[in-house]
Protein backbone atom coordinates (compact mmCIF):
# COMPACT_ATOMS: atom_id res chain seq x y z
CA UNK A 1 0.00 0.00 0.00
CA UNK A 2 1.57 3.24 -0.51
CA UNK A 3 0.27 5.05 2.71
CA UNK A 4 2.50 2.64 4.62
CA UNK A 5 5.44 2.73 2.57
CA UNK A 6 5.47 6.78 2.67
CA UNK A 7 7.13 8.17 4.67
CA UNK A 8 5.18 11.44 4.43
CA UNK A 9 1.10 11.01 5.95
CA UNK A 10 -0.20 13.87 7.52
CA UNK A 11 -3.06 13.38 9.87
CA UNK A 12 -5.24 15.96 11.58
CA UNK A 13 -4.91 16.24 15.50
CA UNK A 14 -8.35 16.52 17.08
CA UNK A 15 -11.45 13.77 17.07
CA UNK A 16 -13.20 16.14 14.55
CA UNK A 17 -16.95 16.85 14.39
CA UNK A 18 -19.41 19.43 13.65
CA UNK A 19 -19.97 21.05 16.64
CA UNK A 20 -23.73 22.53 17.93
CA UNK A 21 -24.17 25.32 16.86
CA UNK A 22 -22.25 25.26 13.76
CA UNK A 23 -23.51 27.23 10.42
CA UNK A 24 -25.20 24.56 7.57
CA UNK A 25 -23.59 23.51 4.77
CA UNK A 26 -25.39 26.12 2.60
CA UNK A 27 -23.85 28.82 4.43
CA UNK A 28 -20.41 28.08 3.84
CA UNK A 29 -21.04 26.72 -0.04
CA UNK A 30 -20.85 28.66 -2.71
CA UNK A 31 -20.39 26.32 -5.65
CA UNK A 32 -22.30 28.10 -7.81
CA UNK A 33 -20.08 30.66 -7.91
CA UNK A 34 -17.61 28.55 -9.99
CA UNK A 35 -19.62 28.50 -12.55
CA UNK A 36 -20.16 32.86 -12.73
CA UNK A 37 -16.83 33.64 -12.36
CA UNK A 38 -15.34 34.86 -15.95
CA UNK A 39 -14.89 32.11 -18.06
CA UNK A 40 -10.87 31.59 -19.36
CA UNK A 41 -9.97 29.15 -22.09
CA UNK A 42 -8.87 25.71 -20.92
CA UNK A 43 -4.87 26.15 -20.91
CA UNK A 44 -4.16 22.79 -22.73
CA UNK A 45 -0.28 23.64 -22.99
CA UNK A 46 -0.65 24.44 -18.56
CA UNK A 47 -2.25 20.61 -17.94
CA UNK A 48 0.43 18.55 -20.92
CA UNK A 49 3.04 20.03 -18.78
CA UNK A 50 1.15 19.07 -15.49
CA UNK A 51 1.04 15.69 -17.03
CA UNK A 52 4.37 15.26 -18.16
CA UNK A 53 5.24 15.80 -14.65
CA UNK A 54 3.18 13.82 -13.05
CA UNK A 55 3.85 10.77 -15.76
CA UNK A 56 8.02 11.51 -14.60
CA UNK A 57 7.11 11.21 -11.17
CA UNK A 58 5.46 7.74 -11.73
CA UNK A 59 8.69 6.51 -13.34
CA UNK A 60 11.17 8.43 -11.35
CA UNK A 61 9.62 7.90 -7.58
CA UNK A 62 6.09 6.31 -8.03
CA UNK A 63 5.26 6.26 -4.25
CA UNK A 64 5.80 10.29 -4.33
CA UNK A 65 2.94 10.38 -6.81
CA UNK A 66 0.08 12.02 -4.62
CA UNK A 67 2.61 14.26 -3.27
CA UNK A 68 3.73 15.27 -6.68
CA UNK A 69 -0.26 15.55 -7.41
CA UNK A 70 -0.26 18.00 -4.62
CA UNK A 71 2.51 20.36 -5.69
CA UNK A 72 1.39 20.13 -9.35
CA UNK A 73 -1.86 21.34 -7.99
CA UNK A 74 -0.46 24.36 -5.89
CA UNK A 75 1.39 25.50 -9.16
CA UNK A 76 -1.06 24.92 -11.35
CA UNK A 77 -4.10 26.52 -9.58
CA UNK A 78 -1.99 29.36 -7.67
CA UNK A 79 -3.49 28.27 -4.27
CA UNK A 80 -2.04 28.46 -1.52
CA UNK A 81 -2.71 24.86 -0.02
CA UNK A 82 -3.31 21.99 -1.26
CA UNK A 83 -3.27 17.95 -0.84
CA UNK A 84 -5.14 14.99 -0.82
CA UNK A 85 -7.40 13.65 1.91
CA UNK A 86 -7.94 9.98 1.58
CA UNK A 87 -9.86 7.16 3.31
CA UNK A 88 -7.69 4.37 4.98
CA UNK A 89 -8.09 1.03 4.04
CA UNK A 90 -7.04 -0.57 7.30
CA UNK A 91 -9.69 0.73 9.84
CA UNK A 92 -12.26 0.28 7.30
CA UNK A 93 -12.19 3.14 5.54
CA UNK A 94 -13.97 5.24 9.06
CA UNK A 95 -11.01 7.82 9.06
CA UNK A 96 -9.19 10.19 6.55
CA UNK A 97 -5.57 10.93 6.52
CA UNK A 98 -3.83 13.11 4.37
CA UNK A 99 -0.93 11.02 2.09
CA UNK A 100 0.23 14.38 0.61
CA UNK A 101 0.09 18.17 0.87
CA UNK A 102 1.99 21.11 -0.33
CA UNK A 103 2.09 24.54 0.32
CA UNK A 104 1.34 26.46 4.09
CA UNK A 105 -0.65 23.75 5.06
CA UNK A 106 2.31 21.65 5.16
CA UNK A 107 3.42 22.41 8.52
CA UNK A 108 -0.12 21.25 9.98
CA UNK A 109 0.59 17.68 10.50
CA UNK A 110 -1.25 15.77 12.84
CA UNK A 111 -3.35 12.41 13.65
CA UNK A 112 -6.12 10.61 11.66
CA UNK A 113 -9.63 11.95 11.15
CA UNK A 114 -12.74 10.54 11.27
CA UNK A 115 -15.22 9.78 8.05
CA UNK A 116 -17.50 12.35 8.39
CA UNK A 117 -14.26 15.09 9.06
CA UNK A 118 -15.03 18.42 7.35
CA UNK A 119 -15.77 19.45 3.63
CA UNK A 120 -14.19 16.21 2.49
CA UNK A 121 -16.92 14.14 4.37
CA UNK A 122 -19.31 16.31 2.41
CA UNK A 123 -17.57 15.68 -1.12
CA UNK A 124 -17.91 12.54 -0.28
CA UNK A 125 -21.28 12.44 0.78
CA UNK A 126 -22.53 14.41 -2.35
CA UNK A 127 -20.00 12.94 -4.35
CA UNK A 128 -19.40 15.66 -6.41
CA UNK A 129 -16.98 19.30 -6.57
CA UNK A 130 -17.99 21.59 -3.96
CA UNK A 131 -16.43 25.23 -3.19
CA UNK A 132 -16.72 26.30 0.44
CA UNK A 133 -16.19 29.63 1.73
CA UNK A 134 -14.37 30.41 5.26
CA UNK A 135 -15.08 26.99 6.19
CA UNK A 136 -13.61 27.14 9.94
CA UNK A 137 -17.33 28.33 10.39
CA UNK A 138 -18.27 24.90 10.29
CA UNK A 139 -15.77 23.29 11.05
CA UNK A 140 -14.19 25.13 13.79
CA UNK A 141 -11.71 22.53 14.63
CA UNK A 142 -9.47 24.05 12.03
CA UNK A 143 -9.00 27.14 13.51
CA UNK A 144 -6.18 26.79 16.00
CA UNK A 145 -4.16 24.29 13.49
CA UNK A 146 -4.37 26.15 10.52
CA UNK A 147 -4.32 29.58 9.16
CA UNK A 148 -7.74 30.96 8.23
CA UNK A 149 -9.11 29.83 4.60
CA UNK A 150 -10.28 32.03 2.07
CA UNK A 151 -11.45 29.46 -0.38
CA UNK A 152 -11.54 25.98 -0.58
CA UNK A 153 -12.36 23.79 -3.60
CA UNK A 154 -12.77 19.91 -3.51
CA UNK A 155 -12.91 17.39 -6.10
CA UNK A 156 -13.70 13.82 -5.41
CA UNK A 157 -10.74 11.52 -6.12
CA UNK A 158 -11.89 8.13 -7.70
CA UNK A 159 -9.95 4.78 -7.64
CA UNK A 160 -11.70 1.60 -9.36
CA UNK A 161 -14.96 4.55 -10.02
CA UNK A 162 -15.57 4.55 -6.47
CA UNK A 163 -14.83 8.18 -4.80
CA UNK A 164 -12.65 7.40 -2.02
CA UNK A 165 -11.26 10.97 -0.99
CA UNK A 166 -10.89 14.81 -2.08
CA UNK A 167 -8.23 16.58 -4.31
CA UNK A 168 -8.04 20.30 -2.48
CA UNK A 169 -6.66 23.85 -2.90
CA UNK A 170 -7.38 26.37 -0.43
CA UNK A 171 -6.68 29.89 -0.63
CA UNK A 172 -5.70 31.94 2.60
CA UNK A 173 -6.34 35.78 1.55
CA UNK A 174 -8.40 37.50 -1.15
CA UNK A 175 -5.35 37.06 -3.57
CA UNK A 176 -6.87 35.12 -6.45
CA UNK A 177 -10.87 33.18 -6.56
CA UNK A 178 -11.55 29.54 -7.71
CA UNK A 179 -12.98 29.15 -11.24
CA UNK A 180 -14.47 26.12 -13.35
CA UNK A 181 -11.18 26.10 -15.26
CA UNK A 182 -9.27 25.27 -11.47
CA UNK A 183 -12.04 22.47 -11.29
CA UNK A 184 -11.43 21.25 -14.79
CA UNK A 185 -7.50 21.21 -14.10
CA UNK A 186 -7.94 19.55 -10.46
CA UNK A 187 -10.39 16.98 -12.43
CA UNK A 188 -8.07 15.46 -15.28
CA UNK A 189 -4.74 15.61 -12.43
CA UNK A 190 -6.79 13.47 -10.37
CA UNK A 191 -7.92 11.15 -13.23
CA UNK A 192 -4.19 10.76 -14.06
CA UNK A 193 -2.99 10.65 -10.74
CA UNK A 194 -5.90 8.05 -9.74
CA UNK A 195 -4.37 5.51 -12.13
CA UNK A 196 -0.90 5.82 -11.29
CA UNK A 197 -1.98 5.33 -8.44
CA UNK A 198 -3.69 2.65 -8.49
CA UNK A 199 -0.69 1.10 -10.75
CA UNK A 200 2.00 1.61 -7.85
CA UNK A 201 -0.88 -0.04 -5.46
CA UNK A 202 -1.05 -3.04 -7.77
CA UNK A 203 3.15 -3.56 -8.04
CA UNK A 204 3.15 -2.85 -4.12
CA UNK A 205 0.80 -5.82 -3.90
CA UNK A 206 2.72 -7.87 -6.23
CA UNK A 207 5.53 -7.06 -3.89
CA UNK A 208 3.71 -8.13 -1.17
CA UNK A 209 2.52 -11.40 -2.66
CA UNK A 210 5.39 -11.98 -3.89
CA UNK A 211 6.72 -11.58 -0.34
CA UNK A 212 4.72 -13.32 1.70
CA UNK A 213 5.05 -16.22 -0.78
CA UNK A 214 8.47 -16.53 -0.17
CA UNK A 215 7.42 -16.37 3.80
CA UNK A 216 5.40 -19.32 3.48
CA UNK A 217 7.63 -21.23 1.12
CA UNK A 218 10.64 -20.69 3.68
CA UNK A 219 8.18 -21.81 6.17
CA UNK A 220 7.41 -25.13 4.45
CA UNK A 221 11.14 -25.81 3.75
CA UNK A 222 11.89 -25.38 7.48
CA UNK A 223 8.86 -27.75 8.31
CA UNK A 224 9.78 -29.84 5.30
CA UNK A 225 13.50 -30.61 7.16
CA UNK A 226 11.96 -30.78 10.30
CA UNK A 227 9.49 -33.52 9.00
CA UNK A 228 12.19 -35.30 7.57
CA UNK A 229 14.19 -35.31 10.85
CA UNK A 230 11.24 -36.37 12.67
CA UNK A 231 10.66 -39.48 9.91
CA UNK A 232 14.36 -40.39 9.64
CA UNK A 233 14.29 -40.94 13.89
CA UNK A 234 11.02 -43.36 13.21
CA UNK A 235 12.68 -44.89 10.86
CA UNK A 236 15.64 -45.48 12.90
CA UNK A 237 13.99 -46.22 16.05
CA UNK A 238 12.88 -49.28 14.35
CA UNK A 239 9.88 -49.78 16.23
CA UNK A 240 7.83 -50.26 13.09
CA UNK A 241 8.90 -51.67 9.91
CA UNK A 242 9.24 -49.58 7.37
CA UNK A 243 10.45 -49.56 3.63
CA UNK A 244 10.49 -47.39 0.47
CA UNK A 245 8.69 -49.24 -2.25
CA UNK A 246 8.19 -48.68 -6.06
CA UNK A 247 5.08 -49.50 -8.19
CA UNK A 248 7.08 -51.72 -9.95
CA UNK A 249 7.62 -54.12 -7.00
CA UNK A 250 10.72 -53.05 -5.89
CA UNK A 251 11.95 -52.14 -2.36
CA UNK A 252 14.25 -49.62 -2.51
CA UNK A 253 15.46 -49.17 1.23
CA UNK A 254 14.13 -50.67 4.33
CA UNK A 255 14.91 -50.15 8.50
CA UNK A 256 16.42 -52.92 10.45
CA UNK A 257 12.72 -53.77 12.10
CA UNK A 258 11.01 -54.41 8.37
CA UNK A 259 13.92 -56.70 7.04
CA UNK A 260 13.43 -58.12 10.70
CA UNK A 261 9.68 -58.99 10.28
CA UNK A 262 10.51 -60.75 6.96
CA UNK A 263 13.71 -61.91 7.97
CA UNK A 264 16.15 -60.54 5.52
CA UNK A 265 19.25 -59.03 5.93
CA UNK A 266 21.00 -55.74 4.53
CA UNK A 267 22.19 -57.71 1.34
CA UNK A 268 19.65 -58.93 0.29
CA UNK A 269 18.30 -55.48 0.45
CA UNK A 270 21.47 -53.76 -1.53
CA UNK A 271 21.46 -56.57 -3.69
CA UNK A 272 18.07 -56.01 -5.37
CA UNK A 273 16.40 -59.18 -4.78
CA UNK A 274 13.62 -58.48 -1.91
CA UNK A 275 10.25 -57.70 -4.32
CA UNK A 276 7.36 -56.48 -1.85
CA UNK A 277 5.23 -58.51 -4.73
CA UNK A 278 7.12 -61.52 -4.34
CA UNK A 279 7.20 -61.44 -0.40
CA UNK A 280 3.43 -61.74 -0.54
CA UNK A 281 1.30 -64.92 -0.70
CA UNK A 282 -0.92 -65.53 -4.32
CA UNK A 283 -4.00 -65.13 -2.09
CA UNK A 284 -3.35 -61.11 -0.51
CA UNK A 285 -2.26 -60.29 -4.31
CA UNK A 286 -6.11 -59.20 -4.58
CA UNK A 287 -5.61 -57.11 -1.12
CA UNK A 288 -2.18 -55.36 -2.69
CA UNK A 289 -3.44 -55.03 -6.06
CA UNK A 290 -6.35 -52.59 -4.35
CA UNK A 291 -4.60 -50.35 -2.46
CA UNK A 292 -1.77 -50.08 -5.38
CA UNK A 293 -5.28 -48.61 -6.87
CA UNK A 294 -6.07 -46.51 -3.75
CA UNK A 295 -2.25 -45.50 -3.93
CA UNK A 296 -1.88 -44.43 -7.52
CA UNK A 297 -5.68 -42.50 -7.04
CA UNK A 298 -5.57 -40.77 -3.69
CA UNK A 299 -1.85 -40.97 -2.76
CA UNK A 300 -2.59 -43.12 0.61
CA UNK A 301 -3.59 -46.67 1.66
CA UNK A 302 -5.67 -47.06 4.24
CA UNK A 303 -3.85 -49.88 7.05
CA UNK A 304 -4.99 -53.23 6.07
CA UNK A 305 -3.88 -56.68 7.91
CA UNK A 306 -2.12 -59.29 5.34
CA UNK A 307 0.91 -61.12 5.44
CA UNK A 308 4.60 -61.55 4.22
CA UNK A 309 6.68 -64.72 3.61
CA UNK A 310 9.69 -65.05 6.01
CA UNK A 311 12.95 -66.08 4.75
CA UNK A 312 12.19 -69.09 6.19
CA UNK A 313 9.09 -69.98 4.23
CA UNK A 314 6.70 -68.82 7.22
CA UNK A 315 3.78 -66.28 7.47
CA UNK A 316 3.99 -63.44 9.02
CA UNK A 317 1.04 -61.85 9.87
CA UNK A 318 1.02 -57.53 9.13
CA UNK A 319 -0.42 -54.79 9.28
CA UNK A 320 0.45 -52.25 6.28
CA UNK A 321 -0.32 -48.74 5.53
CA UNK A 322 1.72 -46.52 2.70
CA UNK A 323 1.59 -43.24 0.64
CA UNK A 324 3.17 -42.07 -2.67
CA UNK A 325 6.06 -39.09 -2.75
CA UNK A 326 4.59 -35.87 -3.57
CA UNK A 327 7.67 -35.39 -6.08
CA UNK A 328 8.49 -38.77 -7.09
CA UNK A 329 4.68 -40.36 -7.10
CA UNK A 330 6.11 -44.08 -8.41
CA UNK A 331 7.58 -44.70 -5.25
CA UNK A 332 6.25 -44.05 -1.51
CA UNK A 333 7.15 -45.40 2.02
CA UNK A 334 4.83 -48.29 4.17
CA UNK A 335 4.60 -48.56 7.40
CA UNK A 336 4.67 -52.44 8.48
CA UNK A 337 3.69 -53.88 12.23
CA UNK A 338 4.34 -57.56 12.61
CA UNK A 339 0.86 -58.89 13.77
CA UNK A 340 2.53 -62.52 15.44
CA UNK A 341 2.25 -61.57 18.60
CA UNK A 342 -1.39 -59.89 18.68
CA UNK A 343 -2.40 -63.05 16.76
CA UNK A 344 -1.30 -65.38 18.61
CA UNK A 345 -2.62 -63.87 21.79
CA UNK A 346 -5.75 -63.38 19.57
CA UNK A 347 -5.77 -67.68 19.00
CA UNK A 348 -5.39 -68.39 22.96
CA UNK A 349 -8.07 -65.93 24.07
CA UNK A 350 -10.06 -67.73 21.26
CA UNK A 351 -8.55 -71.28 22.43
CA UNK A 352 -9.57 -70.29 26.46
CA UNK A 353 -13.35 -69.01 25.33
CA UNK A 354 -13.79 -72.04 23.53
CA UNK A 355 -12.76 -74.08 26.38
CA UNK A 356 -14.68 -72.37 28.88
CA UNK A 357 -17.71 -72.55 26.83
CA UNK A 358 -16.93 -76.19 26.67
CA UNK A 359 -17.08 -76.40 29.93
CA UNK A 360 -19.71 -74.55 30.14
CA UNK A 361 -21.65 -76.92 28.23
CA UNK A 362 -20.40 -79.76 30.35
CA UNK A 363 -21.20 -78.44 33.56
CA UNK A 364 -24.69 -77.63 32.44
CA UNK A 365 -24.63 -81.23 30.82
CA UNK A 366 -23.44 -82.90 34.20
CA UNK A 367 -26.38 -80.43 36.17
CA UNK A 368 -29.15 -81.93 33.87
CA UNK A 369 -28.10 -85.72 34.18
CA UNK A 370 -28.05 -85.10 38.03
CA UNK A 371 -31.64 -83.12 38.44
CA UNK A 372 -33.21 -86.43 35.81
CA UNK A 373 -31.31 -88.74 38.42
CA UNK A 374 -32.91 -86.76 40.76
CA UNK A 375 -35.98 -86.96 39.33
CA UNK A 376 -35.49 -90.51 38.52
CA UNK A 377 -38.59 -92.13 40.92
CA UNK A 378 -40.76 -89.54 39.47
CA UNK A 379 -39.78 -90.14 35.82
CA UNK A 380 -40.29 -93.78 35.94
CA UNK A 381 -43.53 -93.31 37.23
CA UNK A 382 -44.38 -91.20 34.38
CA UNK A 383 -43.02 -93.98 31.90
CA UNK A 384 -44.09 -96.57 33.94
CA UNK A 385 -47.88 -94.97 33.82
CA UNK A 386 -48.51 -95.33 30.16
CA UNK A 387 -46.70 -98.75 29.88
CA UNK A 388 -49.09 -100.15 31.94
CA UNK A 389 -51.74 -98.75 30.35
CA UNK A 390 -50.52 -100.45 27.25
CA UNK A 391 -50.71 -103.36 28.77
CA UNK A 392 -54.23 -102.84 29.96
CA UNK A 393 -55.47 -101.88 26.94
CA UNK A 394 -54.13 -105.02 24.82
CA UNK A 395 -55.53 -107.20 27.22
CA UNK A 396 -58.27 -105.74 26.82
CA UNK A 397 -58.11 -105.77 23.03
CA UNK A 398 -57.22 -109.82 23.18
CA UNK A 399 -60.20 -110.51 25.37
CA UNK A 400 -62.34 -108.88 22.74
CA UNK A 401 -60.92 -110.77 19.96
CA UNK A 402 -61.23 -114.42 21.86
CA UNK A 403 -64.47 -113.75 22.60
CA UNK A 404 -67.33 -115.47 20.67
CA UNK A 405 -68.24 -113.92 18.17
CA UNK A 406 -65.06 -111.78 18.58
CA UNK A 407 -65.89 -108.05 19.19
CA UNK A 408 -64.04 -106.63 16.10
CA UNK A 409 -65.36 -102.83 17.29
CA UNK A 410 -64.41 -102.69 21.16
CA UNK A 411 -61.31 -104.59 19.95
CA UNK A 412 -60.48 -101.66 17.33
CA UNK A 413 -60.87 -99.43 20.12
CA UNK A 414 -58.81 -100.67 22.95
CA UNK A 415 -55.97 -101.44 20.27
CA UNK A 416 -56.56 -97.25 19.37
CA UNK A 417 -55.82 -96.39 23.04
CA UNK A 418 -52.90 -99.04 23.32
CA UNK A 419 -51.35 -96.99 20.55
CA UNK A 420 -52.52 -93.46 22.38
CA UNK A 421 -50.49 -95.17 25.22
CA UNK A 422 -47.79 -96.28 23.90
CA UNK A 423 -46.67 -92.84 21.91
CA UNK A 424 -47.47 -91.41 25.09
CA UNK A 425 -44.38 -93.18 26.87
CA UNK A 426 -42.43 -93.24 24.01
CA UNK A 427 -42.85 -89.11 24.15
CA UNK A 428 -41.74 -89.43 27.60
CA UNK A 429 -38.51 -91.03 26.81
CA UNK A 430 -37.90 -88.88 23.77
CA UNK A 431 -37.81 -86.30 26.36
CA UNK A 432 -35.94 -87.62 29.12
CA UNK A 433 -33.27 -88.44 26.18
CA UNK A 434 -33.02 -85.19 24.63
CA UNK A 435 -32.08 -83.40 28.37
CA UNK A 436 -29.95 -86.46 28.91
CA UNK A 437 -27.82 -86.43 26.24
CA UNK A 438 -24.50 -84.42 25.43
CA UNK A 439 -25.34 -82.10 22.29
CA UNK A 440 -23.86 -78.75 21.07
CA UNK A 441 -25.82 -76.59 22.05
CA UNK A 442 -28.30 -75.36 19.29
CA UNK A 443 -30.34 -72.17 17.99
CA UNK A 444 -33.45 -73.20 17.03
CA UNK A 445 -36.96 -71.21 16.71
CA UNK A 446 -38.66 -72.31 19.24
CA UNK A 447 -42.02 -71.70 21.30
CA UNK A 448 -41.33 -71.53 25.03
CA UNK A 449 -45.12 -71.96 26.26
CA UNK A 450 -44.64 -76.06 24.62
CA UNK A 451 -41.55 -75.83 26.30
CA UNK A 452 -42.05 -74.96 29.61
CA UNK A 453 -45.12 -77.41 29.54
CA UNK A 454 -42.85 -80.56 28.61
CA UNK A 455 -41.13 -79.71 31.34
CA UNK A 456 -43.73 -78.99 33.37
CA UNK A 457 -44.96 -83.27 32.24
CA UNK A 458 -41.50 -84.17 33.68
CA UNK A 459 -41.88 -83.07 36.75
CA UNK A 460 -45.11 -84.19 37.56
CA UNK A 461 -44.27 -86.57 39.23
CA UNK A 462 -42.45 -84.77 41.86
CA UNK A 463 -44.87 -82.24 42.48
CA UNK A 464 -47.47 -84.66 43.08
CA UNK A 465 -45.07 -86.48 45.68
CA UNK A 466 -44.48 -83.63 47.22
CA UNK A 467 -48.06 -82.39 47.43
CA UNK A 468 -47.62 -79.15 45.44
CA UNK A 469 -50.39 -77.93 43.45
CA UNK A 470 -49.06 -76.55 40.24
CA UNK A 471 -50.81 -73.81 38.40
CA UNK A 472 -49.85 -72.12 34.78
CA UNK A 473 -50.51 -68.34 33.16
CA UNK A 474 -48.94 -68.89 30.19
CA UNK A 475 -49.91 -66.04 27.70
CA UNK A 476 -51.18 -66.31 23.94
CA UNK A 477 -49.79 -65.00 21.18
CA UNK A 478 -45.76 -64.75 22.50
CA UNK A 479 -42.95 -64.07 20.16
CA UNK A 480 -40.78 -66.68 18.90
CA UNK A 481 -37.26 -67.30 20.66
CA UNK A 482 -33.70 -68.37 19.19
CA UNK A 483 -31.87 -70.66 21.79
CA UNK A 484 -31.41 -73.99 22.72
CA UNK A 485 -34.69 -76.20 23.85
CA UNK A 486 -32.92 -78.30 25.80
CA UNK A 487 -30.39 -75.42 28.02
CA UNK A 488 -33.83 -73.39 28.45
CA UNK A 489 -36.10 -76.00 29.75
CA UNK A 490 -33.09 -77.12 32.24
CA UNK A 491 -33.38 -73.24 33.39
CA UNK A 492 -37.33 -74.20 33.89
CA UNK A 493 -36.59 -77.16 35.13
CA UNK A 494 -33.64 -76.48 37.79
CA UNK A 495 -36.45 -73.17 39.18
CA UNK A 496 -39.19 -75.77 39.47
CA UNK A 497 -37.29 -78.27 41.24
CA UNK A 498 -35.90 -75.79 43.63
CA UNK A 499 -39.79 -74.23 44.39
CA UNK A 500 -40.51 -77.72 45.03
CA UNK A 501 -37.66 -78.62 47.38
CA UNK A 502 -37.84 -74.80 48.95
CA UNK A 503 -42.05 -76.11 49.70
CA UNK A 504 -41.51 -79.14 51.00
CA UNK A 505 -39.06 -77.48 53.48
CA UNK A 506 -41.75 -75.91 54.97
CA UNK A 507 -44.88 -78.32 56.62
CA UNK A 508 -47.31 -75.71 56.95
CA UNK A 509 -49.52 -73.78 54.65
CA UNK A 510 -50.62 -74.42 51.07
CA UNK A 511 -47.76 -75.40 48.62
CA UNK A 512 -48.45 -73.32 45.74
CA UNK A 513 -46.71 -73.02 42.70
CA UNK A 514 -47.17 -70.82 40.00
CA UNK A 515 -45.80 -70.82 36.14
CA UNK A 516 -46.65 -67.78 34.18
CA UNK A 517 -44.89 -66.51 30.94
CA UNK A 518 -45.47 -63.40 29.35
CA UNK A 519 -44.25 -60.29 27.06
CA UNK A 520 -42.12 -57.79 28.33
CA UNK A 521 -41.84 -53.96 28.23
CA UNK A 522 -38.75 -54.69 25.74
CA UNK A 523 -40.00 -56.49 23.48
CA UNK A 524 -38.74 -59.83 25.17
CA UNK A 525 -40.74 -63.12 26.85
CA UNK A 526 -41.14 -62.88 30.36
CA UNK A 527 -41.04 -66.32 32.32
CA UNK A 528 -42.24 -66.36 35.82
CA UNK A 529 -41.83 -69.03 38.39
CA UNK A 530 -43.34 -68.20 41.59
CA UNK A 531 -43.73 -70.80 44.94
CA UNK A 532 -45.05 -70.04 48.45
CA UNK A 533 -42.14 -71.72 49.75
CA UNK A 534 -39.91 -69.77 53.16
CA UNK A 535 -38.55 -67.07 50.68
CA UNK A 536 -35.22 -65.53 50.59
CA UNK A 537 -32.96 -64.37 53.40
CA UNK A 538 -31.37 -61.42 52.27
CA UNK A 539 -27.77 -63.40 51.93
CA UNK A 540 -29.17 -65.55 49.57
CA UNK A 541 -30.72 -62.79 47.52
CA UNK A 542 -27.12 -61.40 47.00
CA UNK A 543 -25.43 -64.80 46.38
CA UNK A 544 -28.19 -66.72 44.74
CA UNK A 545 -26.32 -66.97 41.26
CA UNK A 546 -23.07 -67.34 42.86
CA UNK A 547 -21.68 -70.75 41.95
CA UNK A 548 -21.83 -73.56 45.11
CA UNK A 549 -23.75 -71.49 46.82
CA UNK A 550 -26.14 -73.49 48.62
CA UNK A 551 -28.20 -73.79 51.90
CA UNK A 552 -29.25 -77.21 51.27
CA UNK A 553 -27.37 -80.44 53.00
CA UNK A 554 -26.30 -82.45 49.86
CA UNK A 555 -26.98 -79.34 47.75
CA UNK A 556 -24.08 -78.54 45.06
CA UNK A 557 -24.97 -74.84 44.54
CA UNK A 558 -24.46 -74.87 40.58
CA UNK A 559 -27.90 -74.73 39.45
CA UNK A 560 -28.83 -70.98 39.54
CA UNK A 561 -25.22 -70.36 38.37
CA UNK A 562 -25.85 -72.80 35.61
CA UNK A 563 -28.97 -71.29 34.61
CA UNK A 564 -27.54 -67.41 34.95
CA UNK A 565 -25.44 -69.10 32.11
CA UNK A 566 -27.67 -70.19 30.14
CA UNK A 567 -29.75 -67.21 30.06
CA UNK A 568 -26.73 -64.89 29.68
CA UNK A 569 -26.00 -66.57 26.77
CA UNK A 570 -28.92 -66.17 25.16
CA UNK A 571 -28.76 -62.13 25.52
CA UNK A 572 -31.35 -62.32 28.71
CA UNK A 573 -31.27 -61.82 32.42
CA UNK A 574 -32.71 -63.46 35.22
CA UNK A 575 -32.85 -62.27 38.88
CA UNK A 576 -35.10 -63.67 42.28
CA UNK A 577 -37.29 -61.26 44.38
CA UNK A 578 -39.14 -61.85 47.72
CA UNK A 579 -42.85 -61.45 47.19
CA UNK A 580 -45.16 -59.91 49.46
CA UNK A 581 -46.63 -63.47 50.39
CA UNK A 582 -44.44 -65.82 51.80
CA UNK A 583 -42.17 -67.33 48.60
CA UNK A 584 -40.04 -66.56 46.15
CA UNK A 585 -40.48 -65.74 42.55
CA UNK A 586 -37.44 -66.63 40.20
CA UNK A 587 -38.30 -64.34 36.69
CA UNK A 588 -35.74 -64.33 33.51
CA UNK A 589 -36.47 -62.22 30.34
CA UNK A 590 -35.26 -63.70 27.09
CA UNK A 591 -34.90 -61.85 24.05
CA UNK A 592 -36.85 -62.66 20.81
CA UNK A 593 -34.86 -63.22 17.89
P1 LIG B 1 -28.70 -76.04 45.05
O1 LIG B 1 -30.11 -76.28 44.66
O2 LIG B 1 -27.77 -77.16 44.75
O3 LIG B 1 -28.53 -75.50 46.44
P2 LIG B 1 -28.93 -73.75 43.38
O4 LIG B 1 -27.91 -72.95 42.74
O5 LIG B 1 -30.02 -74.32 42.52
O6 LIG B 1 -28.16 -74.90 44.12
O7 LIG B 1 -29.59 -72.91 44.54
C1 LIG B 1 -28.77 -72.17 45.41
C2 LIG B 1 -29.51 -71.80 46.68
O8 LIG B 1 -30.53 -70.85 46.39
C3 LIG B 1 -30.28 -72.89 47.31
O9 LIG B 1 -29.44 -73.69 48.15
C4 LIG B 1 -31.31 -72.15 48.11
O10 LIG B 1 -30.79 -71.67 49.34
C5 LIG B 1 -31.60 -70.93 47.29
N1 LIG B 1 -32.85 -71.05 46.49
C6 LIG B 1 -32.97 -71.36 45.20
N2 LIG B 1 -34.29 -71.34 44.83
C7 LIG B 1 -34.98 -71.01 45.91
C8 LIG B 1 -36.40 -70.82 46.17
N3 LIG B 1 -37.31 -70.97 45.21
N4 LIG B 1 -36.76 -70.47 47.44
C9 LIG B 1 -35.84 -70.31 48.39
N5 LIG B 1 -34.51 -70.44 48.22
C10 LIG B 1 -34.08 -70.81 47.00
Not at 244 to 265: E, P, Q
Not at 536 to 547: I, K, T
Not at 549 to 559: A, E, L, V
Request: net charge negative; charged share 25%; with cysteine.
Amino acid sequence: MIETTQSTNYFFPVEASIPPGAVSLEAILCTEELRRRAWRPPDHEKENRALVALARALVESPFNILQTLAEIILDVTQCDSSGLSLLTKDDGGKRFYWPAIAGEWKRHIGRGTPRDFGPCGDVLDQNRTLLFRHFERRYPYFIPITPAAEECLLVPFYIGGKAVGTIWAITHGDRRKFDSEDERIMNTLGQFASVAYQTVESIEDLKLQIAAREQAETALRALASGLEAKIRHLVNANIIGIFIWSFDGRIIDANDAFLRIVGYGRDDLVSGRLLWKELTPAEWRNADEQRVRELETTGTAQPYEKEYFHKNGDRVPVLVGGATFEKKSDEGVAFVLDLTDRKRAEAAIRESERRYSEVQNELAHANRVATMGQLSASIAHEVIQPIAATVNYAQVALRFLNAQPPNLEEARQALGATVKQGNRATDVLERIRALIKKAPPRKDTLEINGAILEVIALTRGEISKNRVSVQTQLAEGLPLIQGDRVQLQQVILNLIINAVEAMSAVSEGARELLISTGKDASGGVLVAVRDSGPGLNPESVARLFDAFYTTKPGGMGMGLSICRSIVEAHGGRIWASVTAAPGTVLQCILPVG
